[in-house]
């Protein structure tokens, strides 16, 4: 269980400070018309060239393996990290390890000309890397949807897919787009407990200001728990006694791919009187959909704006 403690909150760490599901090309044409030689400035600030589109490429995070199928570069991944499992098509790839865990020489062995890294890894593991000789561009986390537009646009750019990409970005700007217009609508803003972490069902971990997640429940016409209750911290352990006192209208359990159910939380000591246990608003939810800073945000968005407000999306 501290395992999957480390990992979400490794990933969810990611979104600091800050349709349906995406769709594989079945094949990819490679551009031919792409200039000799290509300079980009990743996250770090560094300048990185590459001779052309990358056509070998090793992504280090699963936010970048879904951001490298949705831009139509799928078929140029040559490896990516364990927890690369969307879409289905990453599976099949050769498995580099993650996090602190990665596999130098399985890298290495793939021959890339590219290797994505993201906020997830360390820079000193992006140094490790190029010691070896190995083009590596750190791909920044985005703090808002708008953020994200411009991480498929430059991973379009090093994988030459821009007009593949720019229809992919008006899709997803349109579906947001929808959403808000929907949700002009909305009468009231229920509050939301989202829980990430229940380890100890007494003091579960959730999200507070500043997060991704924080984000999208406010765009999708919530407010969060910590926001109510006062709480700065970005990842705290709420105690169930503020929770009972704040007492949400919703709980969402972004641990369910955990195994926490709803019977589960209806069980714990006080949370029986809780509106949302009262009132049948307790709902499990695929974390994947907003705790890794790709295309699917657009989909988490959509999916907590109509747990929120179902009235609104019938």
């Known amino acids: 269980m501290f395992r999957k403690l480390t990992f979400v909150l490794a990933i969810l760490a990611i979104f600091l400070a800050a349709c349906g599901p995406v769709a594989t090309p079945a094949a990819t044409v490679f551009p031919t018309d792409v200039p000799a030689g290509l300079t980009f400035t990743d996250g770090l600030g560094r300048a990185i060239k590459l001779a052309g589109p990358a056509q070998r490429i090793v992504s280090l995070a699963p936010s970048n393996t879904e951001i490298l199928f949705a831009v139509g570069a799928g078929a140029q991944v040559v490896g990516c990290d364990d927890f690369s499992d969307f879409p289905e098509a990453a599976t099949a790839l050769p498995k580099i390890g993650s996090l602190d865990k990665q596999n130098i020489e399985q890298i290495v062995a793939l021959k890339p000309d590219l290797v994505l890294a993201a906020e997830i890894n360390s820079p000193e593991q992006v140094k490790a890397l190029e010691s070896l000789g ?16 411009a991480n498929l646009e430059i991973v379009a750019k090093l994988t030459g897919h821009e007009q593949d990409t720019a229809a992919l970005v008006e899709s997803l700007k349109a579906r947001v787009m929808a959403v808000d217009e929907t949700l002009k609508g909305a009468a009231s803003k229920p509050v939301v407990f989202y829980e990430l972490d229940s380890t100890d069902p007494a003091k579960p971990w959730t999200i507070g200001p500043g997060t991704f997640v924080d984000l999208l429940i406010a765009r999708a016409g919530g407010a969060n728990l910590t926001t109510v209750a006062g709480i700065a911290d970005p990842y705290p352990q709420v105690g169930a006694e503020q929770i009972v006192a704040t007492d949400p209208d919703l709980i969402i359990l972004g641990d369910s791919m955990w195994g926490v159910t709803v019977e589960s939380v209806g069980q714990r000591p006080g949370w029986e009187k809780l509106k949302a246990v009262t009132g049948n608003q307790v709902h499990p939810f695929d974390d994947n959909l907003v705790s890794r800073p790709g295309p699917r945000l657009v989909d988490g968005l959509e999916a907590l704006a109509k747990l929120l407000h179902p009235e609104l999306f019938k």
């Open 134 to 149: 190995l083009t590596v561009y750190y791909l920044s986390n985005p703090k808002t949807l708008e953020d994200l537009y």
